[in-house]
C-alpha cells in the first residue's frame, strides 16, 4: 500500500479512474453472459454486486474475469430476508468473503449500514449522480467506505430516453476524480433505449433461458452506449480498474476517526 496522501485521493486530482460496476438485479444468465462478453472482449475488469447464483456469473469469478460484491434487497418483501440482519446473513452464506456492497434500489438505513459494517464491508457503491464531476470517496461513520457513481445506466436513459446522447457523457468523461459506471446485465442484455421499452418487456425477461421475441431493442441503446464509451475510453489510452482495488486504496487513503467506534441498532432514532 502507498503511504497516505500518496493513493488513490492524489491521483483523483489529477486524473479520471474507471471502474465498471454492474448489479445483477435477478438477471437471466443470457443477460449476463451478454454484459461479461462486452467486458471480456474490452480486457476490463467488472465487478459484479450479486443477488442471487448464476452459473455463468460464479464461473467468471472463478476464473478470474469477475468479482463479486452484494446488492442486499432491503426492501419490503425481499427474498434475502425480513430485516438487515437477516439480508446480511443471506449474503454472508451466499457470498462469503464480499467486502463491497450496492443495496438494491439504493435502499439504506442506520441498521443496514451497522449490520454491513459488522459483517465486514468495507466500501458500498450508493450514490448516484449524474454525471458530476471532482467524484472522490468519503468515509462514512460506521467507517465505510463511500463510493459514489459517476454514470447509472437507467438514470442516463431516464433523463434522455431513445436518443441517449455520447455527448452529454464525454463532455465530463475525462476530467479528474472518480469514474464509475453501473450497467445491468438486463438493460445491456436487452439493449434498452428508454424505461418505456424495458418496462413493456420485462414480464418476458425474468426467469428466461434466452431472449424472446421482441425483447432486444434492435436499434441504437444501453449496449451500444457502453461500447461506445469504452471504445472512447480505450481510444484516449485510459484503463479500468478493479472496485475492489479502488475500495481498498480508499480505504488505507481515507482518515478514520473511529476504527472502534460502537454502535447500537437505535442509533439514528430520536423518537
Known amino acids: ?30 443477460a449476463s453472459k451478454t454484459l461479461l462478453d462486452i467486458a471480456n472482449d ?37 427474498s434475502h430476508g425480513s430485516s438487515p440482519r437477516e439480508v446480511v446473513q443471506h449474503l454472508q452464506m451466499a457470498f462469503p468473503s464480499c467486502r463491497t456492497s450496492r443495496s438494491h434500489r439504493f435502499i439504506e438505513s ?23 464531476k471532482a467524484i472522490r470517496p468519503l468515509r462514512h461513520w460506521t467507517g465505510i467506505v463511500r463510493i459514489p457513481i459517476f454514470l447509472e445506466d437507467d438514470v442516463f436513459f431516464e433523463y434522455w430516453p431513445d436518443e441517449l446522447p455520447l455527448a452529454e457523457i464525454s463532455r465530463r468523461l475525462f476530467s479528474p476524480g472518480l469514474k464509475v459506471f ?10 434498452a433505449p428508454s424505461r418505456t421499452f424495458y418496462d413493456s418487456t420485462r414480464e418476458k425477461i425474468f426467469g428466461s433461458l434466452e431472449p424472446a421475441k421482441g425483447v432486444t ?12 464509451l469504452l471504445d472512447l475510453i480505450r481510444s484516449r489510452g485510459a484503463a479500468f480498474e478493479k472496485f475492489d482495488d479502488i475500495a481498498a486504496l480508499a480505504d488505507h487513503d481515507l482518515d478514520n476517526p473511529s476504527p472502534n467506534l460502537k454502535t447500537n441498532d437505535h442509533m439514528g432514532d430520536v423518537r
Do not use: Y
Not at 116 to 125: F, K, N, V, Y
Not at 182 to 191: A, E, I, M, R, S
Not at 217 to 228: A, H, P, S
Open 1 to 30: 500500500m502507498p503511504e497516505k496522501g500518496t493513493g488513490i485521493l492524489s491521483r483523483l486530482e489529477s486524473e479520471p479512474v474507471f471502474v465498471l460496476t454492474s448489479d445483477q438485479d435477478w438477471a437471466p444468465a443470457w
Open 182 to 191: 453501473n450497467f445491468h446485465p438486463t438493460f445491456v442484455g436487452c439493449n
Open 42 to 78: 474490452h480486457e476490463i475488469p467488472l465487478h459484479v454486486f450479486r443477488t442471487n447464483a448464476c452459473p455463468v456469473l460464479d464461473v467468471s469469478v472463478r476464473l478470474g474475469s469477475s468479482t463479486n460484491g452484494w446488492h442486499p434487497n432491503f426492501g419490503s418483501g425481499s
Open 110 to 132: 442506520t441498521e443496514a449500514w451497522q449490520q454491513l459494517r459488522r459483517a465486514g464491508i468495507i466500501a458500498d457503491s450508493q450514490f448516484a449522480t449524474l454525471m458530476a
Open 217 to 228: 431493442w434492435q436499434r441504437r441503446g444501453t449496449r451500444d452506449v457502453l461500447l461506445e
